[in-house]
């Protein structure tokens, strides 16, 4: 029996591919200690750098003293401390919702988001390139599903057309591409719901607190606001904090609320991290200079290393991707880049389509133009050892 079980998982083994966690003893924004060796974090979500603001930090502390370490229950339980409403006031205003609530992580969002909306009668078309929770949160409602090509309307309107009118339909997709750093088509997304009658729904988690004038997210940076039925984001990127919300119609957040089961059932944030939360809102609202310096940042990065004649994909954002092709040598390029104090991930299969893995750059606004010209260099010393660039 042993010898069985033993033979059945040395085969899950075999289908495994081998991550291996890394030990972080410090970060501070920039830089970051990993297995002992201090490297340039570029591998962050911490756009703005407020992970490691005082200002937070000291909100959540005085959160965790006033509340408790634990919220010890769901939100429907006793565990909806008044933090939750202050926050999602604050929520409300900043996106100028008529309502909001906030979960406790992206993924859990957006698996019960979509599984509460859409079920087997109903269909749901999704960006090829679109993150692992809304696949889930796809999978998990039994929807009919089709899958457009990335950013491809033509390819999405065409399936639209052949979808039973009478069904409900829900076009689901990320604002920013979390491995490509290239953005949705929201004009474009927006018009089709109309023409479909379909409901729209957006996932913000990389461009809340980095675009609109406020922070809010690309669906207000392009005045979406009131077209786009369901703006979903995360507070674990640029906000610096950890956890997610939806913003939306009053009805539509009753509702949530009272089906979905990744809501329900789970015991509510710690009150260290709505107390981190309520200031970040405040903070990311005000200070623009962030968003500003991490737009120029991520212009001359792309800039750079395209005229070192790396391919960067259709990346226009603060995420920008090496695009490399073979496994081994992305890997090889991580661990190089690596030795040379810079913390960069390689990301492969299934994280992203077969013969398009590649080294994934997150930038921040907490970097300095010095480091970045620092870290440049080295990537053109690994990219022409490594034949990828021409020396
Ligand atoms: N949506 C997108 C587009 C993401 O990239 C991520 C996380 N990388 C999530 C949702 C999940 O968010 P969280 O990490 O807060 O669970």
Redesign the pocket.
């Known amino acids: 029996m042993k010898n069985h079980i033993q033979s059945v998982l040395h085969q899950l083994e075999q289908k495994t591919q081998k991550r291996m966690l890394k030990n972080v003893s410090s970060s501070d924004g920039a830089w970051i200690v990993m297995n002992g060796r201090k490297m340039l974090n570029l591998a962050s ?1 911490n756009y703005l750098g407020l992970a490691n603001d005082e200002r937070l930090i000291k909100a959540g502390c005085q959160a965790m003293r006033t509340y408790g370490a634990g919220a010890t229950a769901s939100r429907l339980i006793v565990g909806n401390y008044e933090l939750y409403t202050r926050a999602e006031e604050a929520l409300k205003k900043w996106k100028k919702a008529e309502a909001a609530l906030i979960f406790n ?6 698996l019960g988001i979509i599984a509460s909306l859409i079920g087997r009668d109903d269909i749901v078309f999704s960006d090829w390139l ?2 692992a ?2 696949i889930d949160g796809i999978r998990l409602s039994k929807a009919e599903r089709y899958r457009y090509r990335h950013n491809d309307l033509d390819h999405l309107e065409s399936l639209l057309k052949q979808a039973s009118p009478h069904k409900r339909k829900l076009i689901v997709t ?1 604002s ?1 591409f ?1 491995m490509d750093g290239d953005i949705a088509q929201l004009e474009g997304l927006v018009t089709l719901k109309k023409r479909y009658n379909a409901i729209l729904m957006v ?1 913000e ?2 461009s809340s607190g980095i675009y609109g004038k406020r922070g809010e997210g690309l669906v207000h940076h392009f005045h979406l606001q009131d077209e786009v039925d369901i703006q979903m984001g ?4 640029a906000l610096g904090c ?3 919300y939806v913003t939306g119609e009053q009805w539509l957040i009753d509702y949530l609320m009272n089906t979905m089961r990744s809501f329900i059932f789970t015991t509510a944030l710690p009150p260290a991290v709505l107390g981190a939360i309520e200031k970040s809102i405040e903070i990311v609202q005000q200070e623009h200079a962030r968003r500003q310096t991490l737009q120029v940042h991520s212009h001359y990065f792309r800039d750079e290393l395209q005229k070192l004649g790396f391919d960067i994909g259709k990346s226009t954002t603060h995420i920008v991707p090496i695009i490399i092709g073979s496994n081994e040598q992305t890997v090889q390029m991580s661990e190089r880049l690596q030795e040379h104090g810079i913390a960069a991930v390689a990301i492969r299969p299934p994280t992203v389509p077969e013969g398009t893995s590649r080294i994934r750059f997150s930038l921040s606004s907490s970097l300095t133009k010095e480091e970045l010209d620092w870290a440049l260099e080295r990537i053109a010393e690994v990219g022409r050892e490594m034949g990828l660039i021409a020396s």
């Open positions: 979500n992580s992206g993924y859990t969002a957006n679109n993150h929770s809304i990320d920013i979390s996932d988690a990389h995360t507070f674990s990127k950890f956890g997610a």
